[in-house]
Protein backbone atom coordinates (compact mmCIF):
# COMPACT_ATOMS: atom_id res chain seq x y z
CA UNK A 1 0.00 0.00 0.00
CA UNK A 2 1.33 3.64 -0.56
CA UNK A 3 -0.66 7.30 -0.25
CA UNK A 4 0.34 9.76 -2.31
CA UNK A 5 -0.19 13.29 -0.66
CA UNK A 6 -1.03 16.29 -3.04
CA UNK A 7 -2.20 19.82 -2.11
CA UNK A 8 -0.81 23.44 -1.82
CA UNK A 9 1.64 24.32 0.70
CA UNK A 10 0.46 27.72 0.99
CA UNK A 11 -2.81 28.93 2.64
CA UNK A 12 -3.84 32.98 3.61
CA UNK A 13 -6.04 32.88 7.01
CA UNK A 14 -9.63 32.91 6.78
CA UNK A 15 -9.37 30.26 3.37
CA UNK A 16 -9.88 26.51 3.18
CA UNK A 17 -6.80 24.12 3.39
CA UNK A 18 -7.50 21.15 0.99
CA UNK A 19 -5.34 18.28 0.55
CA UNK A 20 -5.63 15.12 -1.50
CA UNK A 21 -4.26 11.59 -0.45
CA UNK A 22 -4.44 9.17 -3.33
CA UNK A 23 -4.35 5.38 -2.35
CA UNK A 24 -2.59 2.16 -4.20
CA UNK A 25 -2.62 -0.85 -3.41
CA UNK A 26 -5.77 -1.19 -1.18
CA UNK A 27 -8.93 0.40 -1.44
CA UNK A 28 -10.54 3.45 -0.24
CA UNK A 29 -13.88 1.18 0.42
CA UNK A 30 -11.89 -1.57 1.90
CA UNK A 31 -13.76 -3.27 5.26
CA UNK A 32 -11.16 -3.57 7.12
CA UNK A 33 -9.09 -0.52 6.94
CA UNK A 34 -9.76 3.02 7.90
CA UNK A 35 -7.90 6.62 6.29
CA UNK A 36 -6.79 9.22 8.60
CA UNK A 37 -5.28 12.90 8.39
CA UNK A 38 -2.45 13.76 11.55
CA UNK A 39 -0.53 17.00 11.83
CA UNK A 40 2.37 18.04 13.25
CA UNK A 41 3.54 21.04 14.33
CA UNK A 42 6.23 21.82 17.53
CA UNK A 43 3.41 23.45 19.89
CA UNK A 44 1.14 20.70 19.07
CA UNK A 45 2.93 17.47 18.29
CA UNK A 46 1.10 14.63 16.74
CA UNK A 47 -2.31 15.54 16.51
CA UNK A 48 -4.71 13.30 14.65
CA UNK A 49 -7.46 15.16 12.95
CA UNK A 50 -9.84 12.56 11.96
CA UNK A 51 -10.83 9.52 9.51
CA UNK A 52 -13.08 8.90 7.28
CA UNK A 53 -14.09 4.43 6.69
CA UNK A 54 -16.51 2.38 5.01
CA UNK A 55 -18.20 -0.54 7.01
CA UNK A 56 -21.37 -1.36 4.49
CA UNK A 57 -21.76 2.86 4.79
CA UNK A 58 -19.32 5.75 5.14
CA UNK A 59 -18.48 6.91 8.60
CA UNK A 60 -16.44 9.70 9.82
CA UNK A 61 -14.53 10.85 13.13
CA UNK A 62 -13.22 14.27 14.22
CA UNK A 63 -11.08 15.40 16.67
CA UNK A 64 -13.31 18.34 18.56
CA UNK A 65 -10.60 20.65 18.46
CA UNK A 66 -11.63 20.97 14.36
CA UNK A 67 -14.76 19.45 14.51
CA UNK A 68 -16.75 22.85 13.33
CA UNK A 69 -13.86 22.98 10.53
CA UNK A 70 -13.11 19.68 9.38
CA UNK A 71 -14.43 17.67 6.59
CA UNK A 72 -12.70 14.18 5.54
CA UNK A 73 -14.46 12.36 2.27
CA UNK A 74 -13.80 9.71 0.24
CA UNK A 75 -13.47 9.56 -3.43
CA UNK A 76 -14.35 6.08 -5.07
CA UNK A 77 -13.75 6.75 -8.12
CA UNK A 78 -10.54 7.81 -7.76
CA UNK A 79 -9.75 6.20 -4.94
CA UNK A 80 -8.52 8.92 -2.32
CA UNK A 81 -9.73 10.59 0.27
CA UNK A 82 -9.41 14.12 0.96
CA UNK A 83 -8.82 16.54 3.71
CA UNK A 84 -10.60 20.27 4.06
CA UNK A 85 -10.19 22.36 6.96
CA UNK A 86 -11.68 25.63 6.90
CA UNK A 87 -11.14 29.11 8.24
CA UNK A 88 -7.33 28.33 8.53
CA UNK A 89 -5.32 30.87 11.21
CA UNK A 90 -1.70 30.45 12.20
CA UNK A 91 -1.95 28.28 14.31
CA UNK A 92 -3.20 25.41 11.30
CA UNK A 93 0.37 26.00 9.91
CA UNK A 94 1.63 21.90 10.56
CA UNK A 95 2.66 18.73 8.30
CA UNK A 96 -0.20 16.77 7.25
CA UNK A 97 0.00 13.37 7.27
CA UNK A 98 -2.06 11.17 5.49
CA UNK A 99 -2.06 7.46 6.59
CA UNK A 100 -3.98 4.65 6.43
CA UNK A 101 -5.27 2.38 9.76
CA UNK A 102 -5.41 -1.60 9.49
CA UNK A 103 -7.86 -2.93 11.88
CA UNK A 104 -6.98 -6.37 12.95
CA UNK A 105 -9.28 -9.13 13.97
CA UNK A 106 -8.50 -8.36 17.91
CA UNK A 107 -9.65 -5.22 17.49
CA UNK A 108 -6.50 -3.74 17.84
CA UNK A 109 -5.62 -1.02 15.48
CA UNK A 110 -2.56 0.95 14.00
CA UNK A 111 -1.35 3.50 11.44
CA UNK A 112 0.73 1.21 9.25
CA UNK A 113 1.31 3.21 6.29
CA UNK A 114 1.59 6.84 6.26
CA UNK A 115 1.97 10.00 3.51
CA UNK A 116 5.30 11.37 3.03
CA UNK A 117 3.75 14.37 4.32
CA UNK A 118 2.81 18.29 3.40
CA UNK A 119 4.36 21.28 4.63
CA UNK A 120 1.68 23.31 4.94
CA UNK A 121 1.78 27.23 5.74
CA UNK A 122 -0.98 29.36 7.14
CA UNK A 123 0.30 33.39 5.60
CA UNK A 124 -1.50 36.07 3.87
CA UNK B 1 -9.60 12.54 25.82
CA UNK B 2 -7.14 9.85 27.16
CA UNK B 3 -3.76 11.33 27.53
CA UNK B 4 -0.20 9.82 27.49
CA UNK B 5 2.32 10.53 29.05
CA UNK B 6 6.09 9.67 27.66
CA UNK B 7 9.26 9.90 29.26
CA UNK B 8 11.85 10.76 29.05
CA UNK B 9 11.55 13.73 26.83
CA UNK B 10 14.91 12.67 25.43
CA UNK B 11 17.70 10.79 26.22
CA UNK B 12 21.76 10.31 25.09
CA UNK B 13 23.29 6.73 25.10
CA UNK B 14 26.05 4.61 23.36
CA UNK B 15 25.43 1.96 20.48
CA UNK B 16 25.35 -1.16 22.26
CA UNK B 17 23.28 0.26 25.16
CA UNK B 18 20.10 -0.60 25.95
CA UNK B 19 17.55 1.84 26.06
CA UNK B 20 14.17 1.51 27.64
CA UNK B 21 11.07 4.36 26.97
CA UNK B 22 7.99 4.16 28.81
CA UNK B 23 4.35 5.36 28.44
CA UNK B 24 1.63 6.13 30.40
CA UNK B 25 -2.26 6.25 29.65
CA UNK B 26 -4.32 7.98 32.15
CA UNK B 27 -6.84 5.75 31.95
CA UNK B 28 -6.92 1.61 31.19
CA UNK B 29 -6.48 0.82 27.52
CA UNK B 30 -5.73 -2.57 27.65
CA UNK B 31 -3.10 -3.04 25.14
CA UNK B 32 -4.52 -1.06 22.82
CA UNK B 33 -0.76 0.91 22.78
CA UNK B 34 1.49 1.00 19.48
CA UNK B 35 5.02 2.33 18.95
CA UNK B 36 6.13 4.62 16.31
CA UNK B 37 9.78 5.87 15.40
CA UNK B 38 10.31 8.61 13.55
CA UNK B 39 13.33 10.07 11.98
CA UNK B 40 13.98 13.60 10.88
CA UNK B 41 12.15 14.85 7.81
CA UNK B 42 10.21 11.54 7.87
CA UNK B 43 6.93 10.40 8.21
CA UNK B 44 6.34 8.56 11.28
CA UNK B 45 6.96 4.45 11.15
CA UNK B 46 5.29 1.40 13.23
CA UNK B 47 7.05 -0.47 14.91
CA UNK B 48 5.21 -2.02 17.88
CA UNK B 49 1.43 -2.82 17.79
CA UNK B 50 -1.00 -3.77 20.06
CA UNK B 51 1.77 -3.47 22.99
CA UNK B 52 4.09 -6.12 22.05
CA UNK B 53 3.67 -7.17 18.36
CA UNK B 54 6.74 -6.31 16.39
CA UNK B 55 5.62 -4.88 12.61
CA UNK B 56 6.55 -6.99 9.99
CA UNK B 57 10.45 -5.93 8.99
CA UNK B 58 11.48 -4.47 12.05
CA UNK B 59 14.31 -5.46 13.85
CA UNK B 60 14.37 -7.69 16.81
CA UNK B 61 16.31 -5.56 19.14
CA UNK B 62 12.74 -3.56 19.56
CA UNK B 63 10.39 -4.73 21.58
CA UNK B 64 7.25 -3.53 24.00
CA UNK B 65 5.35 -4.62 26.84
CA UNK B 66 2.97 -3.55 29.41
CA UNK B 67 -0.96 -3.38 29.36
CA UNK B 68 -3.71 -1.01 31.35
CA UNK B 69 -1.97 1.73 31.39
CA UNK B 70 1.87 1.83 31.76
CA UNK B 71 4.11 0.42 28.75
CA UNK B 72 7.14 -0.28 27.55
CA UNK B 73 9.54 0.19 24.50
CA UNK B 74 12.97 -1.32 24.76
CA UNK B 75 15.84 -1.19 22.31
CA UNK B 76 18.15 -4.10 23.40
CA UNK B 77 20.97 -2.37 21.67
CA UNK B 78 21.21 0.53 20.22
CA UNK B 79 21.93 1.30 17.02
CA UNK B 80 23.36 4.12 15.04
CA UNK B 81 20.56 3.95 12.63
CA UNK B 82 18.05 4.02 15.87
CA UNK B 83 18.62 8.26 16.04
CA UNK B 84 15.28 9.24 15.65
CA UNK B 85 11.92 10.09 18.30
CA UNK B 86 10.00 8.09 19.36
CA UNK B 87 5.95 7.85 19.84
CA UNK B 88 3.70 6.02 21.38
CA UNK B 89 -0.10 6.14 20.46
CA UNK B 90 -3.43 4.85 22.12
CA UNK B 91 -5.98 3.45 19.72
CA UNK B 92 -8.51 2.19 22.05
CA UNK B 93 -10.63 5.06 21.56
CA UNK B 94 -11.41 7.79 19.47
CA UNK B 95 -9.72 10.55 19.20
CA UNK B 96 -6.62 8.77 18.65
CA UNK B 97 -3.90 10.22 20.66
CA UNK B 98 -0.18 9.98 20.69
CA UNK B 99 2.37 10.77 23.68
CA UNK B 100 4.82 13.73 23.13
CA UNK B 101 7.81 11.88 22.28
CA UNK B 102 11.29 10.50 22.86
CA UNK B 103 14.50 11.37 21.40
CA UNK B 104 17.12 9.40 21.03
CA UNK B 105 20.51 10.70 21.08
CA UNK B 106 23.58 8.63 19.77
Known amino acids: VQLQQSGPGLVKPSQTLSLTCAIS??????????WNWIRQSPSRGLEWLGR?????????DYAVSVKSRITISPDTSMNQFSLQLSSVTPEDTAVYYC???????????????WGRGTTVTVSS | DIQMTQSPSSLSASVGDRVIITCRAS??????LNWYQQKPGKAPKVLIY???SLQSGVPSRFSGSGSGTDFTLTISSLQPEDLATYYC?????????FGGGTKVEI
Open chain 1, 52 to 60: TYYRSKWYN
Open chain 2, 27 to 32: QNISNY
Open chain 2, 50 to 52: AAS
Open chain 1, 25 to 34: GDSVSSNSAA
Open chain 1, 99 to 113: ASLVVEVTGTSYMDV
Open chain 2, 89 to 97: QQSYIIPLT
